[in-house]
């Protein structure tokens, strides 16, 4: 898992300048007819965006938003995306904004978040939007699957380079880590979670009553007191260790 003992500043997760030279022109969801998202695609979403938005709820500035359209093109005022998950710092704070356009409603997003299903797939989550994001200077995009169907990892965050490649990142136990310091993990449900990266804390998800929030925070606690006793345990034996008796101090016996 990644260190998230710093907390990281807003400098630290702005966007690169925008390089539109080359970005690809979208219509994300034109010609889309009638098609729907399926169950676990929409669970999947509301579980970011509410643990994400509890996650940032002290954060002044900051704002997030699902589903959101994103106008990012001067050549085109009319090409957009549509990410599942978007945090912004737009100029002002606005419950109610149809969508979003960039230099006008705020500047490009901090983080943008995608839960791939068969549709979202050949809308290019994993294609045609790299560009466009990494022409946006994004810092952070990251990739959801809670089937495996179309992403084997099942969550992947793509970090930004300053040459504008990305640098795949997966923790050790297979969630990803962002460095607004919240992190998603795939629970043993096989549901998302979103999990304070900082106090090991997770979030209640949307459909979850006070009871199992209750039984979260017991579990949470459980672990963080066996984690002091083993770190306890670590440091007595340290000290154990170090105070025996040094080579060539001891007491020689008689013959």
Do not use: C
């Amino acid at each position: 898992m990644r260190d998230a003992s710093r907390r990281t500043s807003l400098a630290d997760l702005r966007p690169f300048p925008i390089i539109e030279s080359g970005m690809p022109l979208l219509y994300e969801d034109e010609e889309e007819g009638d098609m729907g998202d399926a169950t676990w695609h929409k669970d999947a979403m509301d579980i970011a965006l509410y643990g994400v938005m509890a996650h940032l709820r002290d954060r002044q500035g900051l704002q997030v938003f699902a589903n959101l359209n994103l106008y990012y093109s001067t050549r085109d005022r009319n090409a957009y995306v549509s990410p599942d998950l978007m945090v912004a710092e737009p100029y002002e704070v606005h419950l109610n904004l149809p969508s979003y356009r960039i230099g006008e409603d705020g500047p490009a997003p901090l983080l943008v978040g995608e839960v791939l299903s068969e549709r979202t797939a050949q809308q290019g989550d994993r294609r045609e939007k790299l560009p466009i994001y990494a022409g946006l200077g994004i810092r952070e995009y990251i990739l959801i699957d809670t089937t495996g169907r179309f992403l084997p990892e099942r969550l992947l965050l793509k970090r930004l380079r300053r040459n504008r490649t990305w640098k795949d990142e997966q923790d050790a136990d297979g969630g990803v880590t962002s460095r607004f310091e919240f992190r998603f993990i795939i629970d043993a449900d096989n549901r998302l979670r979103v999990v304070d990266a900082r106090a090991g804390a997770p979030y209640v998800r949307p459909d979850e009553a006070p009871a199992r929030l209750d039984q979260l925070t017991v579990e949470v606690e459980a672990r963080r007191k066996a984690e002091e006793r083993v770190r306890a345990l670590e440091e007595e034996l340290a000290r154990l260790r170090g105070s025996g008796p040094k080579k060539g101090k001891g007491r020689r016996r008689k013959p």
